[in-house]
């Protein structure tokens, strides 16, 4: 079964644009999740949905969006970029995301602001 | 709020040796408990998992074990190997749908 993955796996972009990150779940998970991973803040929570509904937000400006898809596909959304935005966005999924449930991990995407 | 805290690092280790690495939690309910590791450029893969107290979880000669009455879950392999150089996060899950991360643990084996 194919494993979690995230495009585009590299992205360079410049303050005050936006930008789209994508992942596709390992076929029959329904949840998925977002995380930032930065040296200085590890590995924070951005959000989670289930079938097309956000269950929970962690602590990130409203420049940080997302939305999920009837195929469980998600995006996540930047916009109006900042340095401080520079990190790895790691997507994760799950089955149903429950306590009990592993979430695994695609790749990540690199994103660089400049 | 849930949050995890795990040795600080960097470790290094000759091959052979034995490792831990502590991992303490504080969280409200009955969370799960999972250590990652991440290798340079990609991305967190599970290592173990453990849902309930006294669950073992083990894989790749690592084990840790749930101990609720202490809030720990630390990790331990008997005999490290070169492959085994890697960065361990332990985190846990309650019913907010959010894995919780500790800071991360870098692990050196030398030849």
């Known amino acids: 079964k194919a494993g979690v993955t995230q495009t585009p796996r590299y992205l360079i972009k410049t303050r005050g644009q936006q930008v789209t990150l994508s992942c596709s779940p390992i076929?029959?998970?329904?949840?998925v999740s977002w995380y930032q991973q930065t040296p200085g803040q590890g590995l924070q929570f951005l959000f989670e949905?289930?079938?097309?509904?956000?269950?929970n937000k962690g602590n990130f400006p409203g420049r940080f969006s997302g939305r999920q898809f009837s195929n469980s596909r998600s995006e996540m959304n930047v916009s109006t970029l900042e340095l401080g935005d520079s990190a790895l966005y790691l997507c994760?999924?799950?089955?149903?995301?429950?306590?009990?449930?592993?979430?695994?991990f695609g790749p990540g995407t690199r994103l660089t602001v400049l | 709020g849930d949050s995890v805290t795990q040795m600080e690092g960097p470790v290094t280790l000759s091959e052979e040796a034995f490792l831990t690495i502590n991992c303490t939690y504080t969280?409200?309910?009955?969370?799960?408990l999972f250590w990652y590791v991440q290798y340079p450029g990609e991305g967190l893969q599970l290592l173990l998992k453990?849902?309930?107290?006294?669950d073992k979880g083990s894989n790749k000669g690592f084990e840790a074990t749930y101990r609720k009455e202490t809030t720990s879950f630390h990790l331990e392999k008997g005999s490290v190997q070169v492959s085994d150089s890697a960065v361990y996060f332990c985190?846990?899950?309650?019913?907010?749908?959010?894995?919780?991360f500790g800071a991360g643990t870098t692990v050196t084996v030398r030849a």
């Open positions: 994760a999924s799950s089955l149903e995301g429950t306590v009990s449930d592993t979430q695994y």
């Open positions: 076929s029959g998970h329904r949840s």
């Open positions: 949905y289930f079938s097309e509904t956000q269950r």
């Open positions: 969280a409200t309910g009955y969370p799960s």
């Open positions: 453990a849902t309930k107290a006294d």
């Open positions: 985190a846990l899950i309650s019913n907010d749908y959010k894995l919780s």
